[in-house]
């Protein structure tokens, strides 16, 4: 007897056998041979775990395997070819570069290990690695697709989760040097700021026991002494005055560092601590205050008038009413634009601080995607998009909730919810 067995390269006719006897006998036993590896390929085909697929260039399905469409989350290959093919849904993204697919294919006849994402059947996306080769025609003519697909969902939020996690470190990392940073600046400043004081407050005594002997001469008719700029008179009414300014920026100036010392350090939550929200508004204000002038002409505020406390961490709500102050700066296009701050009563058991700008608002699209970490619009001005997801996180710790409303033509409101603190 003799024959030959010649496997197809491609797996859409997987095994070929040309019989080269005559003896009927031996056509018997190649014909049994022929249907044996057909069972043996369609057994295969039906039971491995990874997606197999035929499709034309345009993406019509020719073939697939119960694996891809259980992937895919048909309930079986016919039903995945029919609603693919007569309604036109596309099993990937729209962002995929199918010409340039194409055209890789055609040039190294394969592709392997392509990432890309997928769409479910009720469309869910998820992460597929692709890996396909051309079926070419005797005159090198691309006929159709034939590959595998390799669900890789897991891989790729492990991924995301390993660089979320890096970024986190990473973070964490700047906030302690920060914290050992202004340490170190707030003591250089308080040093000469200390100066200031003591000297001011010297200079003021030295200046009240100067004052009437002054008096008695410069008062005279036909006396007149200047001061600098000032004639005496002048002086005298605006000394007080002067001293007064000069004691304040110094205290200004401690009260600033001491808040931005607090603002770097950690910050352990404490459940217990009641704080009053308009205390930490406040507070918020005096860090953003050079921004918001900065940004607008038209920013106002308006506390309760009532005492709205709340339990939790003090630096915490500031943290999030700043990062609330910064993104509402950044939205603005113009100084003209306004940006108004509010806390108030919200119903009998809750709180409120509410924020709204009048900048250019957020992208429907991305409505649902402000809280993820990473994802920022702002890429390109050194935005690490962890100000919300970091926010978000805080809230939830205090039992709150944050909110956002926004127009794209009128701007956007954030609004942050706590519970009231039981008397």
């Not at 205290?251 to 931005?260: F, H, N």
């Not at 296009?333 to 608002?361: M, P, Y």
Request: some cysteine; proline content about 3%; hydrophobic content about 35%.
């Amino acid at each position: 007897m003799v024959y030959k067995i010649m496997k197809q390269k491609r797996f859409s006719n997987p095994i070929n056998i040309n019989i080269l006897s005559s003896d009927h006998s031996e056509k018997k036993n190649c014909h049994f041979l022929d249907q044996s590896s057909k069972e043996n390929y369609e057994k295969i085909f039906n039971n491995i775990i990874e997606g197999i697929f035929q499709t034309t260039q345009d993406g019509k399905l020719l073939t697939v395997n119960p694996a891809l469409a259980k992937m895919y989350g048909y309930s079986s290959p016919e039903e995945m070819i029919s609603i693919i093919n007569d309604f036109g849904r596309q099993g990937y993204k729209s962002h995929i570069d199918r010409e340039k697919f194409i055209e890789t294919i055609k040039k190294q006849e394969s592709v392997k290990d392509f990432e890309v994402q997928a769409k479910k059947k009720n469309g869910d996306i998820f992460w597929v690695s692709v890996n396909a080769y051309g079926v070419f025609d005797s005159n090198k003519k691309l006929l159709y697709f034939e590959g595998t697909n390799i669900d890789i969902t897991e891989r790729k939020q492990a991924e995301k989760q390993a660089a979320m996690h890096k970024m986190q470190i990473i973070q964490a990392d700047k906030m302690s040097t920060l914290g050992v940073l202004v340490s170190g600046v707030a003591h250089e400043i308080n040093n000469p700021n200390n100066s200031i004081a003591l000297s001011a407050a010297v200079l003021r005594k030295a200046w009240e026991c100067v004052f009437p002997i002054l008096d008695k001469y410069c008062l005279e008719p036909g006396n007149e002494i200047k001061i600098g700029a000032m004639n005496y008179k002048d002086f005298t009414n605006n000394f007080n005055r002067l001293m007064d300014g000069i004691d304040e920026g110094s205290t200004r100036i401690k009260r600033i560092v001491s808040e931005l010392k607090e603002y770097a350090l950690p910050d352990a939550y404490n459940g217990d601590q009641v704080i009053s929200i308009n205390n930490v508004t406040q507070s918020a204000i005096k860090l953003m205050g050079p921004m918001v002038r900065k940004k607008t002409k038209k920013f106002s505020m308006q506390l309760s008038a009532e005492p709205l406390m709340f339990k939790g961490s003090f630096q915490k709500i500031e943290q999030v009413i700043i990062n609330l102050l910064q993104n509402a700066c950044d939205a603005l296009v113009s100084n003209k634009q306004a940006i108004r701050l509010s806390t108030a009563n919200s119903g009998k058991k809750n709180i409120e601080i509410r924020i709204t700008d009048e900048g250019c608002g957020i992208a429907p699209e991305n409505m649902q995607k402000i809280f993820d970490p990473f994802f920022t619009t702002k890429r390109a001005k050194g935005g690490t998009g962890l100000g919300l997801s970091v926010s978000m996180n805080i809230v939830k710790e205090h039992d709150g909730e944050l909110k956002f409303e926004s127009d794209q033509e009128k701007g956007t409101t954030a609004t942050l919810i706590l519970p009231k603190a039981n008397k």
